[in-house]
């Protein structure tokens, strides 16, 4: 056998060059482009785009939030194609100035329409917070055959339990961000800036717990506003009546429920929804709140990765 002595220069363009290597191919393939929907272009991006495995379909939240957030679900992309796009009105999808766009029956459509164009023939759903609401209205009016399992990541199913625990946390809020919570319609600067700091503390404790949340240039303001509200814990907008609680039972696909304990979409709700289910199940994450892909990503992607590999 010949030996071979590298220079300790050599052994490191070696060894970063194999780094390279890998990480190049470790990426997983991906493709991206635009598809039309009423009111205008949506945007979307699929991870593993050559993966075997049958794709899962990110809902974000808001309305109006944008996928930017999911970009750690590319930890899944290793096993099947995850597929994320932005609703219209976020993101990187068009953003028409039309409050008339922001109703329920259009993001149906609009869902319709993205799951037609991506042409699969199988696939998962995931929706987070909103994102469930739209995933439970489209299977509900749908019926779409292609949907294999449902994924409720933190969702709103029912409006005015969502309130009911925002007002719970409200309480536990020191009294003067309780008052300052109420003053979102007020036009004096102090109140302006109580109402925001208030705001802020709650997300803090309730929506990500791990800091100050990142900024969100392409959020869809007016699609938020005109849905739901102001902020998370109050709902002026078209869903403050909203609920399915009670159709739950017609769902007839495998569901998983997620939520973390101090989730604004509360542990006790959430397991409410589940108990009304058939053939669900629910894991709550300690030390999470709203944003659990963001806090707990580990536990998060096992926990989803474990339940697609059962569906079929």
């Not at 075997?52 to 679900?73: A, K, N, Q, R, V």
């Not at 309130?163 to 109140?191: G, H």
Request: glycine share 8%.
């Amino acid at each position: 056998m010949k030996y071979f002595f590298l220079s300790r220069r050599t052994l490191l363009l070696a060894t970063i060059f194999w780094a390279l290597g890998f990480a190049v191919q470790a990426q997983p393939t991906m493709k991206e482009g635009y598809i039309e929907v009423p009111g205008g272009k949506v945007w979307y991006k699929i991870l593993g785009a050559d993966k075997p495995g049958i794709p899962l379909l990110l809902l974000h939240g808001g309305p109006g939030s944008g996928s930017g957030s999911f970009e750690g679900f590319v930890a899944l992309a290793d096993e099947r194609p995850v597929i994320l796009y932005d609703q219209l009105g976020c993101g990187k999808s068009d953003k028409p100035d039309n409050p008339q766009l922001w109703t329920m029956e259009r993001f149906v459509t609009e869902l319709d329409q993205v799951i037609a164009a991506l042409g699969y023939s199988k696939l998962h759903l995931l929706g987070h917070s909103w994102g469930g609401t739209l995933a439970t209205e489209y299977l509900l009016t749908k019926k779409p055959p292609a949907v294999v399992s449902l994924i409720q990541s933190s969702p709103l199913l029912d409006t005015k339990r969502w309130v009911q625990d925002a007002e719970r946390y409200i309480a536990q809020l020191p009294p003067a961000q309780q008052k300052a919570m109420r003053l979102y319609a007020a036009t004096d600067e102090a109140s302006k800036q109580a109402y925001k700091e208030a705001v802020t503390l709650y997300n803090r404790q309730h929506l990500y717990r791990n800091g100050p949340m990142p900024p969100n240039p392409t959020f869809g303001t007016q699609v938020y506003e005109t849905m739901w509200g102001p902020d998370e814990a109050q709902a002026t907008g078209s869903l403050k009546s909203y609920s399915r609680a009670n159709d739950l039972k017609k769902l007839t696909v495998p569901v998983l429920y997620l939520c973390g304990r101090y989730d604004e979409a509360a542990p006790a709700t959430v397991a409410y929804f589940q108990k009304q289910t058939p053939n669900s199940q629910l894991v709550v994450f300690e030390n999470a709140s709203h944003k659990a892909y963001w806090e707990v990503p580990e536990q998060y992607f096992q926990t989803v990765r474990a339940f697609l590999r059962k569906q079929k």
